[in-house]
C-alpha cells in the first residue's frame, strides 16, 4: 500500500528527500508570526533560533515591520525578495492559513506548522481542516504537522521551535520522531542529561503531510543515526511505517517506539474470532515484532531502551556478568536479568581467579559478583574487576552497580574499563547525588548510565532485539 | 468462473457473510483440503448453512456422528427450519491431533493481517492467536507455528504425536496470499477449526467463513 500523493501537481513539490534535506540545514527561516512580546511563540522560536547559533539568515514576518531582535521585519512573506527555505508558521490558525497560501505563491520549500487548531481539535477544527487540505493540493511545498513544536537539529545549530526543552543538545546517533512535543521535550532532555546527542527532533504533529514513516524512512538514510526512537498515538500509514521499520532494522538500525492509546481499543461487535483475537493493541505490538520494532512501554523505559542502543554495541549472546559493590542491588539485578530471558552463568575459572585478587573472601567471586565494600577504599579495582568480567568469553554483557563513589578515580577507572571492551556495559549508580565524584566521564564516552535495576533492565531488554520493554 | 469472479458475484448479490458451504467450495478451489461431501460411509456430518446463521450449533444447524442412512431425513428436518439453507453433508475427520484456526481480516492499522492459533474449544480458553502482515510467506507461516503457546500443542504433548505442521504452515500462507490479494472484496476470512492430523497425515478445513467488505465495488 503506497501514499497516495496529497498534491496534484506532483512535479511542482520538492521530493521529501530534498525537502528534509532544506529543513535539516535551511539557508533562510521566516518566522511568520515573529514578535517581541515575550510569551508569544513567535518570539520564543526567533529567541531560540538566534541563541542557538542558527547560521543561516533569520526573516522575522510581522505586518507591523520594523525590527525584532535587530533583525529587519518582513511586513509579508510576498515582501521577501529572495527564495526561502523553510517558513515557520506560529500564528493563530487563520493568519496561518493565509499565510500557507502565501507560501504556495512566493514558492517556500517547506513549511513548519506551528500553529494548532486543525483536526485535533475535532468539529471546531474541521473548517480549518478543509482549507488546509485544499492549499496542499497544490501547493508546492512540504508542511512538518501542523499543531507541533517544531525542529531541532544540532549538527547544523538548528533550534526551530518555540520549546526550551531541547537547548543545549549534541549531535548523536539518536533520531527522534514525535507526534507529541511535550513527550519529546521530555526524552530529548534525559537523553541530554545522560550524554547521548541526537541527530534529528521532528515534533511531526498532525502528520497532514509529512509522517512518521516518511522521517524514518530519511533518518535510515543518515549514517550519523543509529537508533530512531518514536513516540506515536496514531499511525497514519501504518503499512508503510512497518515496511520501512523493516527495511531499516534489516540493515542494522534500531527502531524504538512507544506507541500511546494502548487502551483506548474499545470492545466491538466481532463476528468471529480472529476480530476478537486480534485487538488492535495486540496486532501494534506483534506486527512491531515481526518487523524489528522495540515497543517500550512508555517514554522513560523508551530512553532507558535508546541509551543501551546508542552506544552501537551489539551483544553475540545472551550471558551477562554482573559485578556489585553490594549483594543485595546484584541479587535484584540478576532476578530481572533472568526475567527479561538472559543468562547469568558462573564466570570462567581464569575470570574467577583474577577477580579473587581484588574481592575478599567474604564476598564472591562466580556470578553475580559481590566486591563488597572493601573496593570502596581502592578505587581503580572496580575498574579492573569490570575488564576481567569483558574479558571472559563466556560473557557477552556486563553490568557494573555501585552506590556512593568516595572519589574520581572511581569513576574514571570504569569509564576506562569500558572503553578497552566492544561489548555492551550498563553501569548502575545509584548514588550519583550523594558521591564525591562527577559522572562526567561516564557521559562524555558515551557509557549507558542507570539509576536503579530496573531501569537497567529496559536497557538490558532492548539489547535482546524487537520485542516489549516494560 | 475464477474466485475473484465468484466473490464478485457474491458482492454483487448484497452478501455480507459468505455461510460455510460456499466458503469451503471457494477453499477447495484455492486448493485448501476440505472434508468429502456426501461420502457413501460414515460417520457424517451435516449442516444447515445460511448467510444469517454463522453460528450454527447455537441454532442447532449441525449434527455430528451420523449416518449415512440417518443423514438425508435430518438435513430435511434443519432445512425445514430455514427453508432457504444450503444442507451440508461432509466426512466427519476422526484422525486429527490438534485444531487450529486461520483469520485473515483489514487492520484498520497495518491493513491485511493474518492470525493462526490453537483452534477449536481452545479458541475461548488460550488467547495465543500469533499475528503477522498478510501475505505471509511460508517460512514466515512456519515461524508463527514455532512460536508462543501454540508450537507445544503442535510438537505433541505427554506423548501425542506431532501434528502436521508443515502442512499447517502451507495452509496459512495459501489463505493469507489469497485474502491479501481480494482484499478489495473482502474484510475477513476464518477457518476454524483446521483439523491437523499426525505429521505427514495432512490436515482438513472443518469449518470456513468469509465476510465480504461493506464498501467493496460492485
Known amino acids: 500500500m503506497t501514499k497516495t500523493p496529497l498534491n496534484a501537481t506532483e512535479s511542482a513539490r520538492p521530493s521529501l528527500d530534498d525537502a528534509l534535506q532544506t529543513l535539516f540545514d535551511p539557508e533562510n527561516i521566516a518566522v511568520v508570526g515573529a514578535s517581541r512580546t515575550k510569551g508569544k511563540l513567535g518570539q520564543a522560536v526567533l529567541e531560540l533560533l538566534k541563541k542557538n547559533n542558527y547560521r543561516g539568515k533569520i526573516i522575522p514576518v510581522n505586518p507591523s515591520g520594523g525590527e525584532i531582535e535587530g533583525l529587519k521585519v518582513a511586513k509579508s512573506l510576498s515582501e521577501i525578495d529572495e527564495p526561502v527555505d523553510v517558513a515557520v508558521l506560529s500564528t493563530p490558525v487563520n493568519i496561518a492559513l493565509d499565510a500557507l497560501e502565501e507560501c504556495a505563491r512566493i514558492g517556500v520549500k517547506v513549511v513548519v506548522g506551528v500553529t494548532s487548531g486543525f483536526n485535533e481539535a475535532g468539529e471546531d477544527g474541521s473548517e480549518n481542516e478543509a482549507r488546509l487540505q485544499q492549499i496542499l493540493k497544490t501547493a508546492p511545498f512540504r508542511l512538518i504537522g501542523p499543531n507541533c513544536e517544531g525542529v531541532v537539529r544540532p549538527r547544523s545549530d538548528l533550534q526551530l521551535t518555540f520549546s526550551p526543552m531541547f537547548d543545549g543538545l549534541d549531535d548523536g546517533p539518536v533520531a527522534m520522531i514525535s507526534q507529541s512535543g511535550a513527550l519529546a521535550g521530555l526524552m530529548a532532555l534525559r537523553l541530554g542529561e545522560r550524554g547521548v546527542g541526537l541527530s534529528a527532533i521532528v515534533s511531526s504533529g498532525n502528520e497532514t503531510d509529512i509522517t512518521a514513516a516518511d522521517l524514518m524512512e530519511y533518518f535510515g538514510a543518515d549514517p550519523v543515526t543509529r537508533v530512531i526512537l518514536c513516540y506515536l498515538e496514531e499511525l497514519r500509514d501504518g503499512r508503510r511505517f512497518a515496511e520501512v521499520a523493516k527495511k531499516l532494522t534489516d540493515a542494522g538500525k534500531q527502531v524504538v517506539v512507544v506507541k500511546g492509546g494502548r487502551s483506548g481499543a474499545g470492545t466491538r461487535a466481532v463476528q468471529s474470532h480472529t476480530g476478537a483475537m486480534a485487538g488492535d493493541d495486540r496486532v501494534v505490538s506483534s506486527i512491531f515484532r515481526e518487523v524489528g520494532v522495540i515497543r517500550a512501554r512508555d517514554s522513560v523505559s523508551a530512553v532507558d531502551a535508546t541509551i543501551a542502543l546508542a552506544t552501537g554495541r551489539k551483544p553475540a549472546g545472551r550471558r551477562v556478568a554482573i559485578i556489585s559493590v553490594t549483594g543485595g542491588l546484584g541479587v535484584e539485578m540478576t532476578d530481572m536479568a533472568e526475567t527479561e530471558g538472559f543468562e547469568v552463568p558462573v564466570l570462567a575459572d581464569k575470570t574467577q581467579k583474577a577477580l579473587s585478587e581484588y574481592v575478599p573472601y567474604y564476598g564472591s567471586v562466580t556470578n553475580p559478583v559481590d566486591l563488597t565494600g572493601v573496593v570502596l577504599a581502592n578505587p581503580s579495582y572496580v575498574g579492573r574487576c569490570l575488564e576481567a568480567v569483558c574479558d571472559d568469553p563466556g560473557i557477552d554483557i556486563a553490568i557494573a552497580i555501585i552506590t556512593f563513589v568516595p572519589n574520581q578515580t572511581f569513576v574514571e577507572a570504569l569509564a576506562e574499563a569500558y572503553k578497552k571492551t566492544n561489548k555492551p556495559v550498563l553501569i548502575i549508580w545509584t548514588g550519583a547525588s550523594r558521591s564525591a565524584a562527577s559522572g562526567d566521564a561516564f557521559r562524555e564516552n558515551g557509557v549507558p548510565l542507570y539509576d536503579s535495576p530496573a531501569r537497567a533492565a529496559s536497557g538490558l531488554a532492548a539489547l535482546r532485539g524487537a520485542g516489549e520493554v516494560q | ?218
Open chain 2, 1 to 218: 468462473m475464477s474466485a475473484r469472479d465468484t466473490l464478485q458475484s457474491w458482492v454483487n448479490a448484497g452478501r455480507k457473510v459468505v455461510h460455510e458451504a460456499d466458503a469451503k467450495a471457494l477453499m477447495g478451489d484455492m486448493g485448501i483440503p476440505v472434508p468429502e461431501r456426501d461420502p457413501a460411509n460414515g460417520p457424517l456430518v451435516v449442516k444447515l448453512c445460511h448467510d444469517d446463521y454463522p453460528h450454527k450449533s447455537d441454532h442447532g444447524l449441525v449434527k455430528l456422528n451420523v449416518s449415512p442412512q440417518d443423514a438425508p431425513a435430518i438435513a430435511a428436518e434443519m432445512s425445514a427450519k430455514i427453508p432457504d439453507g444450503v444442507a451440508l453433508v461432509e466426512a466427519m475427520e476422526k484422525n486429527s491431533v490438534v485444531e487450529w484456526i486461520v483469520g485473515c481480516k483489514i487492520d484498520a492499522t497495518f491493513g491485511a493481517i493474518v492470525l493462526a492459533g490453537p483452534g477449536g474449544v481452545l479458541v475461548e480458553l488460550l488467547d495465543a492467536g500469533e499475528i503477522r502482515l498478510a501475505p505471509a510467506t511460508p517460512g514466515t507461516a512456519a515461524q508463527m507455528l514455532g512460536t508462543g503457546a501454540g508450537a507445544k500443542l503442535l510438537a505433541g504433548m505427554r506423548g501425542a504425536p506431532a501434528a502436521h505442521s508443515a502442512a499447517l504452515a502451507d495452509l496459512i500462507s495459501k489463505v493469507s496470499v489469497f485474502f491479501a490479494a481480494h482484499s478489495d472484496l473482502i474484510s475477513e476470512i476464518e477457518i476454524n477449526p483446521v483439523m491437523v492430523r499426525a505429521d505427514g497425515a495432512g490436515l482438513v478445513a472443518a469449518d470456513a467463513l468469509i465476510i465480504l467488505r461493506e464498501d467493496a465495488k460492485t
